[in-house]
C-alpha cells in the first residue's frame, strides 16, 4: 500500500488527487454497507467536483469490474450489479457518455436478470432480420432525397440496447413487438446549418408525426446532448424516429465529458458543452451535500436526480430551467434561488395564478411571487419532487423544530423546577456545567432540545440539579394552546380539540403526543411505560 504521500512523490500532486478520489473509505468505519456507499459516492463526487476526470476513472474502473464478475459469490454479483443499474450508469448518463452508459446496463441487467437477457437477446436478433428490407427502403430513400438537396451524410440504423427495450417494456406496459415497431435512425452531418437542412429533407419525405418535434440543438439536455429528434410516418405506416446531429455533438452524445481525450477535439479540455453542464449539475450536487443531514439523505436525494424525466420552463425573463417531470411552483422557485423558494407565497404560469402544487408541463413560463414573511410549509413535502427543493424545506423544518423544542424544553423544566419550589436562574452554573458533562452536550439549548423532544426526561435533569429526590408539591400541569408546533402533536387516532380533557405522552424523538382522557391508547400507552405528562388546555 502507498500513502498519498508517497503517490505525490512519484506521480505529482494531479495524479494524487486523482486517486484519493477513486479510492473507497473502509467499511469498519459505518453502520452499515448502505451508509459505506453513501458516503464513499459523497466522498468521490466530491473529488469530482475539483476534477471530472475522477469519475472517468471511476467509471472505467466499475466497467472493467462488471466485466469481470463471473469469478465472485453471486451474491456478491448481484449486488454489484444492482449498484450499477442504480448508480453508475445514471451517473454515465448525466455526464452524456451514452457508450458506457448502455454497457453497464447491459452488463448489469444480464447479472440480475439473465434468463430475460437471453430470451430478449435471441428476439432482438431475430426481429434485426426480418426489419432489413424496411430498413434498407427507408435509408434509399433518406439518400436519394438528400443527394437531390446537395447534402452529405451518413445514414445509421439505430437500436437500443438491451436493457433499454426492457425498462420502456416494463414502464410502459408494452409487448416486445410494440416496442420493436418503431425503426430508429440516425443522420450524422457535418455542421449545424445542416442539420436544419436535413431535418427538411425528411419532413419533405416522410409526413412527421403532430408534436414529436424536439430541438435538442437549440435547448440541449442537462448532459449537454444535442440533437434534433422528429417522428414521421414511414412507407406501410410504420413509424420512423429520426435523430439528426453534427458529427462533434454526435462525439459528445457518445462520449460526454471523455470525448475531449477520446477524440482530441478542438475545444479546450472542461470547455465542451458537456463539460460546462457536468459543472453546473456538480455545483447543484455539491450544495446538495451541504444541506443534507447525512450520507444516507444525500444518497436518496442524488438517486432523485439521477433519474429526471426533464421538463424545459422559462422564467419571465426567458432563462431556461430544466427539472424533472412532475414538478410543481415550489420546485421550479427553488430551482431559480433558495431565497425564492423559501419565501413564495404564489405562482403565475402563463399570466394565470395556479397553486403552488400544480404540475408543471413543458414550455410554461413560469413567475414565481414572493413574501419576505413567508415560510416554507411542511406540506410542501407531499408534492415536491427535486432534491433541492426537498433539501431545503427539510432544512427549514429542523431549525424551527429545533427552536420550537429549545421552547418547550425550557417550559418542561421550569415546571419540575416550580414543584421543587425554586426556578432556574437559582441553579448553579457549576451544577448546569456538570450535568451537560454527564448528557455529552456541547451546551444548555442541546439539553433544553432534547427535554422537548423527549429524550431526556425533565424531571429527572430537575432533580439532578437540584440534587433532591421528591418535589415539594405536585407540578402543575403544561398549558397547551395548540400552536406549539412541531413538538407537540395531536394523536390521530382520537384527535382533541380545545375543551377535550386532555393527557400528554412524552415520545423520545417527537415531544409530547396530546390524547384525549377517554382514548382507548392511552392504557396501551402507560403499559409501554410512555412518560405521562399532565397538560391542560390554556
Not at 163 to 186: C, G, H, N, P, T
Not at 224 to 231: A, E, I, K, N
Not at 308 to 328: F, H, N, Q
Amino acid at each position: 500500500e502507498m500513502s498519498k504521500r508517497d503517490v505525490i512523490a512519484e506521480f505529482g500532486e494531479p495524479v494524487a488527487e486523482l486517486v484519493e478520489g477513486v479510492t473507497k473509505l473502509a467499511q469498519a468505519a459505518f453502520e452499515t454497507r448502505q451508509h459505506a456507499q453513501a458516503e464513499n459516492l459523497r466522498k468521490m463526487l466530491l473529488a469530482m467536483s475539483r476534477d471530472i476526470r475522477v469519475i472517468i476513472v471511476k467509471l472505467a474502473d466499475r466497467l472493467h469490474n462488471m466485466r469481470t464478475l463471473g469469478h465472485l459469490r453471486p451474491e456478491k454479483r448481484r449486488r454489484i450489479a444492482h449498484e450499477t443499474l442504480e448508480i453508475y450508469a445514471p451517473i454515465a448518463q448525466r455526464l452524456g457518455m451514452n457508450l458506457m452508459r448502455c454497457e453497464l446496463e447491459d452488463l448489469g441487467f444480464h447479472v440480475l436478470y439473465p434468463i430475460r437477457y437471453r430470451v430478449l437477446g435471441d428476439a432482438v436478433r431475430k426481429a434485426r432480420g426480418n426489419r432489413k428490407e424496411i430498413v434498407s427502403q427507408i435509408t434509399a430513400s433518406i439518400l436519394n432525397r438528400m443527394e437531390q438537396e446537395g447534402l452529405s451524410a451518413d445514414i445509421q440504423g439505430r437500436e437500443k440496447n438491451l436493457y433499454s427495450i426492457y425498462k420502456k417494456m416494463v414502464s410502459k406496459q408494452l409487448s416486445f413487438s410494440e416496442v420493436m415497431d418503431v425503426y430508429a435512425f440516425r443522420i450524422i452531418v457535418d455542421d449545424v446549418d445542416a442539420c436544419y437542412r436535413m431535418l427538411g429533407v425528411v419532413h419533405n419525405l416522410y409526413k412527421p408525426v403532430q408534436g414529436k418535434f424536439k430541438d435538442y440543438i437549440a435547448i440541449p439536455k442537462a448532459n449537454g446532448y444535442q440533437s434534433l429528434h422528429t417522428v414521421l410516418f414511414g412507407p406501410y405506416g410504420v413509424p420512423i424516429e429520426v435523430q439528426i446531429r453534427s458529427r462533434d455533438m454526435d462525439q459528445l452524445a457518445e462520449a460526454g465529458v471523455a470525448a475531449h481525450w477520446l477524440y482530441k477535439t478542438g475545444e479546450v479540455a472542461g470547455n465542451t458543452l458537456a463539460h460546462r453542464k457536468a459543472r453546473q449539475w456538480l455545483h447543484g450536487i455539491l450544495e446538495m451535500q451541504k444541506s443534507s443531514g447525512d450520507s444516507m439523505e444525500f444518497l436518496e436525494n442524488l438517486r432523485i436526480d439521477l433519474f429526471p424525466d426533464e421538463i424545459y420552463v422559462s422564467t419571465p425573463k426567458g432563462e431556461i430551467l430544466t427539472l424533472p417531470r412532475g414538478s410543481s411552483a415550489v420546485d421550479f422557485a427553488y430551482a431559480v434561488h433558495s431565497d425564492v423558494g423559501n419565501s413564495c407565497v404564489a405562482a403565475r404560469v402563463g399570466r394565470h395564478l395556479v397553486p403552488l402544487s400544480s404540475p408543471l408541463e413543458n414550455g410554461q413560463s413560469v413567475e414565481i411571487i414572493t413574501s419576505p414573511t413567508s415560510h416554507p410549509n411542511p406540506a410542501w413535502l407531499n408534492f415536491v419532487v427535486t432534491p433541492k427543493a426537498r433539501t431545503n424545506i427539510r432544512n427549514y423544518l429542523k431549525h424551527l423544530q429545533g427552536e420550537e423544542a429549545i421552547q418547550l424544553g425550557l417550559r418542561l423544566l421550569n415546571k419540575h423546577l416550580t414543584a421543587f419550589s425554586t426556578a432556574l436562574e437559582n441553579i448553579p452554573t457549576k451544577r448546569i456545567t456538570a450535568l451537560l458533562k454527564e448528557y455529552e452536550l456541547e451546551n444548555f439549548d442541546e439539553l433544553l432540545s432534547d427535554l422537548g423532544l423527549g429524550n431526556i426526561s425533565a424531571l429527572l435533569v430537575a432533580q439532578k440539579l437540584l440534587q433532591e429526590e421528591t418535589p415539594d408539591k405536585e407540578p402543575q400541569a403544561l398549558l397547551i394552546a395548540g400552536t406549539e408546533g412541531m413538538v407537540v402533536n395531536f394523536a390521530r387516532c382520537c384527535h382533541p380539540i380545545p375543551g377535550d380533557p386532555i393527557h400528554g405522552f412524552v415520545s423520545a424523538g417527537r415531544g409530547i403526543i396530546i390524547h384525549q382522557r377517554s382514548c382507548k391508547n392511552t392504557t396501551h400507552l402507560r403499559e409501554q411505560n410512555e412518560k405521562s405528562l399532565d397538560v391542560a388546555w390554556v
